[in-house]
């Protein structure tokens, strides 16, 4: 949250999902390089309205939940006429119990992580991608469990089955879009510590997020889809 470059001093970043977590330390990384922030949120009280309290220059607002078609639109709806250098999309939950198998997950818990995880974030990209300059990027935080050529041990089901759902719905979205000049990616953070990824991870948000950062600045001007590690890796589909 240190590093500032003049380069990018009136650029901007829409951050949906940034209330904690890893959405939280992009808004303040972003803020810290002097990017205008955006961020949503759900409730009020959040860790990014501490930030905006102490940083009312550069980081504001919006209430969404991700789960709302109706609210995605009126976001949307809201902020037409403001191009974004990069709308990011930071959506993710995992089922109760991570080591059930699709055969023993409930029908009511499966489509409830489907229904965020790739419907919710697939809503928000197709209603706020149109606010990306060309040149610009659409990204969402996906993960290296979606990574089917990388699951050898069968573990996590429900929140990779997830995953994967996103990086092909976002593949479909890149076809349909494939002239539009804007680079589409899929950010494949790493075991990070979140309340998702738990207390055992090896990095905190704080040292994984100025190298997703990093990455995501460096896909600027470049269009086209890539999926990602936070050191800008190809990861295998």
Known sequence: MTRSNAADLGRSILIVGASRGLGHAMAAEFAGRGWRVVGTVRVAGTQLHSLAAERPDAVEIETLD???HDQ???VRDRLSGRPFDVVFINGGIVNRAPSDT???VSTAEFTHVMATNVLGVMRAVEALGGLVRTGGVIGVMSSGQGSIANNANGTNDVYRASKAA???AMASYAGRHADHGRAIVLMAPGWIRTDLGGPG???GAEDAMPQITDTL?????TPGLRFL???GQAVPW
Request: charged share 25%.
């Open 66 to 68: 991700m789960t709302d």
């Open 72 to 74: 995605i639109r009126a």
């Open 102 to 104: 699709t055969a023993d």
């Open 166 to 168: 996103l990086n092909q």
């Open 201 to 203: 991870a090896p990095f």
């Open 217 to 221: 600045i460096a896909q600027l001007e």
């Open 229 to 231: 590690d936070r050191h």
